[in-house]
């Protein structure tokens, strides 16, 4: 059975910057107020009009295929993953196939949120390993600005979130001490609600303890979408952010020990732990309790937010772009997310 190995990595972020001082003319907050609670200086948000959650991809994946030494041509799979995408569908896969005039090749659409690049990394590697592919394409892309409450009310989440894109090329290797050594998921949908976009959707309210929407059972297509959601701005995201936070700094190094203990690895083996970047406090609080230091983690969350699918494969790029990977390195990737979902990767480059 072959092993998996990233041969090419790339990422993408638009130009426009935006400053937590930038947000002061949409909410009551301030450069302090953020700073302090998630350690976010500013992020990027993509053009209106001409950027999409797709065309991010697209750049982010035209790096990591030059890199892997490739054309678009010889990618035989694309994986896909996203909480944004483009279209409630068809899914972003196959508008990115159609981009880079790839050849008509399976696009499967991954939805799981902050670990989505880290699940999709997981399905790739099984198709390497299989003999089925030769050259996958992972992608995590996010365009989230598009559709977040700027307003006091919707603070909690919009001053953390960003816009970005990262992809990798996955390739066989027949190196015994290289590639992905294993991939661990998770979830647990006891809470779901308590981090998620309720409308649009189909749930009627079926799923939530407390009513969201008026709804009559009478009429039809009266479900998906209302004035009575908009007016009442249920169209946007919730988070609970205290229970959120509890639920990472607990779940986060599990999903770590895990696979390192897959590996009979120890904390003190990571040369690069790489968290999905949600907030800074929980990075910092991961790092501590695992003992590793500031040389052994990696944190761009402070200048990009959170790019939720995108975060983990942006921060690998960055990391490996200052030297901070180098081959040999053990490299450790974790997410936690909506859903809620878990996963980890351990990585030897």
Same mark, same amino acid.
């Given at each position: ?107 499967? +659409? ?117 004035? +009575? ?64 230091? +500031? ?31 180098? +081959? ?22």
């Amino acid at each position: 059975m072959h092993k998996s190995k990233i041969a090419g990595i790339g990422m993408y972020v638009p130009a426009n910057v935006v400053t937590n001082n930038d947000l002061l003319k949409y909410m009551d907050t301030s450069d302090e107020w953020i700073q302090e609670r998630t350690g976010i200086k500013e992020r990027r948000y993509a053009h209106r009009t001409e950027e999409t959650t797709t065309t991010m991809g697209v750049e982010a994946a035209k790096i990591a295929i030059e890199r892997a030494g490739i054309t678009p041509q010889d990618i035989d799979f694309i994986v896909f993953a996203t909480l944004s995408p483009d279209y409630y569908f068809p899914g972003c896969g196959v508008l990115l196939q159609r981009a880079m005039q790839m050849k008509e090749i399976g696009a499967l +659409d991954v939805r799981n949120q902050c670990s989505g690049f880290v699940y999709a990394l997981s399905v790739a590697d099984q198709f390497i390993k299989t003999g089925m592919y030769k050259n996958i394409l992972v992608v995590g892309a996010e365009k989230h600005s598009f559709g977040l409450d700027f307003t006091t009310r919707g603070r909690n989440i919009s001053v953390i979130i960003g816009d970005g894109a990262g992809a990798v090329v996955l390739k066989p290797t027949e190196k015994e001490n290289q590639g992905i050594l294993s991939t661990h998921l998770h979830s647990d949908g006891t809470a779901a609600e308590i981090l998620a976009m309720y409308n649009p959707g189909t749930h009627a309210n079926h799923w939530l303890n407390q009513k969201v929407a008026d709804f009559n059972e009478n009429e039809i297509g009266d479900m998906f979408m209302s004035h +009575d959601m908009i007016d009442k701005a249920q169209n946007f995201p919730f988070m609970d952010g205290q229970s959120v936070f509890k639920k990472a700094v607990v779940k986060f190094p599990e999903v770590i020990m895990e696979a390192l203990a897959a590996n009979g690895l120890q904390t003190t083996d990571i040369n690069m732990l790489i968290p999905h970047q949600a907030n800074l406090r929980i990075a910092q609080f991961v790092q501590q309790k695992l003992k590793l230091s +500031d040389d052994q983690v990696y944190n761009n969350i402070q200048k990009f937010g959170n790019t939720t699918a995108a975060s983990v494969p942006i921060a690998l790029c960055e990391a490996w772009e200052a030297g901070k990977i180098k +081959d040999g390195d053990l490299v450790c990737l974790a997410a936690f997310g909506s859903g809620f979902t878990l996963a980890s990767a351990l990585i030897k480059w």
